[in-house]
């Protein structure tokens, strides 16, 4: 096809190439000129080769045409082949889909009643060890008090004894005691009291001893930020009149009979104040204070 295409260019070429090689027009007659064009043997293969230039253009034309609806119908062919093509991967890519969302939505069911089933146990098995926390909870705390109860009634008890005791003592001492409720004259008492200067202070203040102001009917070992010997510190009897008065007498015997215990012990010196008349005058002082 390209040489029928390409041979009446060639003669077309050689055609305008042979007129532009052609002598100048010369000057003759006219009718001379008339003669001379018709009897040309150029003109002649001219009309020759236009006529041939026309017939290869025809078939040019022709088979163009023929390409065309080749082309056309091949075009054709394609688009409808590419359509095809497209609808079915368009219904692959939805059966795909469709086949991915199924197993997605399967596998999000199977994990949400796994998780359900998981949490589920969890909280059954955070009740039932809550329930058994409760129990013995409730159990260790009943047993706690239980045996605080015990204790508080054995202490109880052992305070009751031995204040029994101890009041049992105090009451059978071979020593003077101011006779509960004497009256005693202040005045001489607090020259008595002098003595105590050193130790203790007239006021709530501490010194190295407790401060005397409040101290008769205060509870023995009482006072706070008081370093007590441990008879004083258990606090098993309070500062009446006749404990004041044995107190005054002998300190390191009666802290003894006070507390119940022969082994124990006081840092205070005996004074051993054991005229009744100046226990009375001395606690009568302690009084105004």
């Known amino acids: 096809m390209k040489n029928r295409l390409f041979l009446p260019?060639?003669?077309?070429?050689?055609?305008?190439?042979?007129?532009?090689?052609?002598?100048?027009?010369s000057t003759a007659p006219a009718s001379q000129q008339t003669s001379n064009?018709?009897?040309?043997?150029?003109?002649?293969?001219?009309?020759?080769?236009?006529?041939?230039?026309?017939?290869?253009?025809?078939?040019?034309?022709a088979k163009m045409a023929e390409g065309k609806q080749v082309a056309a119908k091949a075009a054709e062919q394609l688009t409808q082949s590419v359509t095809d093509s497209a609808a079915a991967v368009k219904a692959a890519a939805a059966t795909q889909a469709a086949e991915a969302a199924k197993?997605?939505?399967?596998?999000?069911?199977?994990?949400?009643?796994?998780?359900?089933?998981?949490?589920?146990?969890?909280e059954a098995a955070k009740a039932a060890a809550a329930t058994k926390a409760t129990e013995a909870a409730k159990a260790a705390a009943a047993n706690k008090a239980a045996e605080a109860a015990k204790a508080a009634a054995v202490t109880k008890a052992a305070e009751t004894a031995k204040a029994a005791a101890a009041t049992a003592a105090v009451a059978s001492l071979p020593i003077a005691a101011a006779p509960?409720?004497?009256v005693g004259n202040a005045a001489k008492g607090k020259s008595l009291a002098n003595?105590?200067?050193?130790?203790?202070?007239?006021?709530?203040?501490?010194k190295v001893g407790p401060g005397l102001q409040g101290v008769v009917g205060r509870k023995a070992g009482s006072m706070a930020g008081m370093k007590y010997s441990?008879?004083?510190a258990a606090g098993g009897w309070d500062w009446n009149e006749k404990n004041l008065a044995v107190w005054l007498c002998d300190s390191k015997k009666a802290?003894?009979?006070l507390s119940g215990d022969p082994s124990a012990s006081t840092k205070m010196g005996a004074q051993r104040i054991c005229d009744a008349t100046k226990q009375a005058d001395l606690i009568a002082f302690l009084k105004t204070l």
């Open 9 to 25: 260019c060639i003669v077309l070429l050689s055609l305008a190439a042979c007129q532009n090689e052609q002598p100048a027009t």
């Open 37 to 61: 064009t018709a009897t040309s043997p150029a003109a002649s293969t001219v009309a020759v080769t236009k006529e041939v230039v026309e017939t290869h253009a025809k078939e040019l034309q």
């Open 103 to 122: 197993a997605a939505a399967a596998t999000k069911a199977a994990e949400a009643a796994e998780a359900a089933a998981a949490t589920k146990a969890a």
């Open 180 to 182: 509960m409720g004497a």
């Open 195 to 206: 003595k105590c200067k050193g130790c203790h202070n007239f006021t709530a203040k501490k």
């Open 230 to 232: 441990a008879a004083l």
């Open 255 to 257: 802290v003894k009979t």
